[in-house]
C-alpha cells in the first residue's frame, strides 16, 4: 500500500509504506520471468540475485527467515502499483511485502515465496531527483516513505523547519515507523508520528491510489537541555512522570518536549548503546546504588531552547524540577544540539557494528500497560521475572503516554485508560542465546495475563487469528471490514501474520 501523508501543522509528508493488511500464503512459487509481468515492463526491476533475496529474507530481529521469490527494485510508486495490479489479477495472487531499512524484529516485512518491495531503491529517484522536497512558502514538505528520518531532519532544518514527534532511532524510513504509529519521548505532547499526519496517499491491494487526511503542527528547536533524574522508589519515579505530562500546553512555561523512563541494572556501566550520557567520574556511585537496590529508575527530560530563550531556560527548567521526588545529589544535566540529542543513538549503532554486535537477534518485547496496573507490573516483572532470571542487558523503557493524543480511528491498540505507560525490552543477544530472552518474553506475557494487567502489545506479534482477534478487540471488525475493502485478496503484507493464521 503506498502512503502518502501531510506531517505535523506546516510539515508535510508523502509516504510508500505498506500496512496492516496481511496475506494468505501462496500455493506455488511466483514465475518471476512470467510474460505477463514482462509486459508491464517489471521484470527489469525484479531481482532473483542471491545477495538480494538473502538481504530481503532477513530484518533487525534476526530470528526470522523468509525467502521471497523476488525483491523489486520500484523507481516510482507506480511500479508498485503494477507489481499489486499484477497479483491482483493472477489466479493465485503472490504475497507482497515493503522493506524500508529493515529495523522490523518478527519477520513483519517479509514474504514468504512472493515480492519483497525495496522501498530504498526509491530514494532520489522521486521528485526530480529528491523524496524530500520543502515547499517554497515553507509550510510543508513533501517526502517518500522510502526516504530516512535522519535525512527528513537535515532537510527540513535547512528550512528552519522540523517534525515534533520522532522515533529514538533516525536511522528508520518514514513509511516503516508510521505503518506501526511511530513512538518515543514526544508522544506525551504531540502524540505518535501517525496522529501528526495531515494528508497521506496510498495504494490498496486492488492497486488503487487513494487520498487520506488529519492534522497538527512543527517548530524549530536549536539546541536541548537534558537531564536525567535516577529514583529508587517506583511509585516516586511514576508519580513524577505523570505529573509532568500532565503540563503539556504550549504557553506552559514548565512544559517539557521529551520525556522516558527506563531501567538501570546491574550490567557494567549505568551507559548503554542508545546513548552515553553520565559523567564518568559519577559511574561508581550509580554503580553502587544499583547494586544496593537491583534496579535503579531514570528519568530523561528535555526542553527545547533557541536563541530567544537560551537565557531563560534555566530559571524555567528549576520549575519543572521543583517538587520531583528524585535522590538528592542524582541529577545530572547538559546541554547539546537539536540535532545531536535526536541523532543520540547513531553512534552507539557504529560503536556496535564496529565490535560485529549491531546484526545480532534482537528478541524485543514492547508493551503498552494501563496506569492503574503499572505497579503491579514493576513488581510481578522488574522486581520479580526480571530479577530473577538476571539476564536483561539492554535497555529497558518505560515511561507515560496522554490517550488523548492518539486518534482512535488508527489500526493501533491501546490500554482504554487516559493515561497508559510503554514498556520496551531491547534486547540484544547471540545467536545461540535468543531463546532464554524469548522465555523470559513468554514468562512476561503469562504473567500478565495470570493477573489480569490489561497488557497491549506494541509492534504485535501473534500466531493464531484468535490471539489477534483479542488483541483488536473492539476495533476487530472494522479493521477485518477495512482488509476486505482495500485489500480483498489479501495481497499485502504477509510478514504480519494477521489473515493467513488460523
Avoid at 506531517?7 to 500496512?19: D, G, K, L, N, Q
Wanted: proline share 5%; charged share 25%; glycine share 8%.
Amino acid at each position: 500500500m503506498v502512503m502518502s501523508f501531510q506531517f505535523p501543522a506546516y510539515f508535510t509528508a508523502i509516504f510508500i509504506i505498506t500496512r496492516v493488511m496481511s496475506i494468505m500464503k501462496i500455493s506455488k512459487p511466483l514465475d518471476v520471468h512470467h510474460k505477463d509481468i514482462r509486459a508491464v515492463d517489471l521484470a527489469t526491476k525484479l531481482s532473483v540475485d542471491p545477495s538480494a533475496i538473502e538481504s530481503a529474507s532477513r530484518d533487525f530481529g534476526g530470528i526470522v527467515k523468509a525467502e521471497p521469490e523476488a525483491v523489486l527494485h520500484p523507481s516510482a510508486p507506480q511500479d508498485i502499483a503494477a507489481l499489486i495490479k499484477f497479483s491482483y489479477s493472477n489466479s493465485v495472487p503472490f504475497g507482497i511485502a515493503a522493506k524500508g531499512h529493515g529495523h522490523s524484529v518478527r519477520g513483519q516485512a517479509m514474504a514468504e515465496n512472493g515480492v519483497v518491495v525495496d522501498m530504498r531503491s526509491m530514494e532520489n529517484k522521486r521528485r526530480n531527483g529528491t523524496g524530500i522536497r520543502v515547499s517554497i512558502d515553507r509550510l510543508y514538505a513533501d517526502v517518500g516513505g522510502e526516504q530516512l528520518w535522519i535525512d527528513v531532519l537535515n532537510a527540513t532544518l535547512e528550512y528552519g523547519l522540523a517534525p515534533v514527534s520522532w522515533t529514538d532511532y533516525l536511522y528508520l524510513t518514514v513509511g516503516g515507523t508510521l505503518s506501526n504509529a511511530g513512538i518515543s519521548g514526544q508522544t506525551f505532547r504531540y502524540g505518535p508520528q501517525i496522529s501528526n499526519v495531515l494528508e497521506m496517499d496510498v495504494i490498496t491491494g486492488k492497486a488503487d491510489f487513494l487520498t487520506c487526511s488529519p492534522r497538527m503542527n512543527s517548530e524549530l528547536f536549536y539546541a536541548v537541555k537534558w537531564v536525567r533524574l535516577l529514583y529508587d522508589d517506583f511509585s516516586s519515579f511514576t508519580k513524577d512522570q505523570e505529573h509532568l505530562i500532565s503540563k503539556n500546553g504550549r504557553k506552559d512555561k514548565s512544559a517539557l518536549d521529551y520525556l522516558e523512563g527506563s531501567l538501570l541494572m546491574d550490567q557494567g556501566s549505568p551507559d548503554n548503546w542508545r546513548s552515553s550520557f553520565f559523567p564518568h567520574k559519577d559511574h561508581p556511585k550509580i554503580i553502587s546504588l544499583i547494586t544496593k537496590h537491583g534496579i535503579i529508575y531514570c528519568l530523561e527530560i528535555v526542553r527545547h531552547y533557541d536563541d530567544r530563550t537560551k537565557h531563560t531556560v534555566d530559571k524555567e527548567m528549576k520549575q519543572v524540577l521543583h517538587g520531583l521526588n528524585y535522590m538528592p545529589g542524582f541529577m545530572f544535566g547538559k546541554d547539546v544540539g537539536y540535532e545531536e540529542f535526536l541523532n543520540r543513538v547513531r553512534s552507539g549503532e557504529l560503536k556496535l557494528k564496529s565490535q560485529g554486535l549491531w546484526d545480532v537477534p534482537h528478541p524485543w518485547l514492547n508493551l503498552f500497560i494501563p496506569k492503574s496496573q503499572i505497579s503491579d507490573f514493576n513488581n510481578g516483572v522488574f522486581r520479580g521475572i526480571v530479577l530473577e532470571r538476571n539476564i536483561t542487558t539492554g535497555p529497558v523503557l518505560v515511561y507515560p503516554m496522554n490517550r488523548q493524543k492518539w486518534d482512535d480511528r488508527m489500526s493501533a491498540v491501546i490500554p482504554d485508560e487516559e493515561i497508559f505507560y510503554t514498556v520496551g525490552f531491547l534486547h540484544s543477544s547471540g545467536f545461540d542465546t535468543w531463546e532464554a530472552f524469548e522465555d523470559q518474553n513468554k514468562d512476561i506475557m503469562r504473567f500478565c495475563n495470570k493477573t489480569g494487567i490489561m497488557v497491549k502489545q506494541y509492534l504485535p506479534h501473534y500466531s493464531t487469528k484468535e490471539e489477534w482477534v483479542h488483541h483488536f478487540g473492539s476495533k476487530w471488525k472494522v479493521f477485518q471490514h477495512r482488509k476486505y475493502q482495500f485489500d480483498p485478496r489479501m495481497l499485502l503484507s504477509p510478514g504480519q501474520r494477521i489473515f493467513n493464521n488460523n
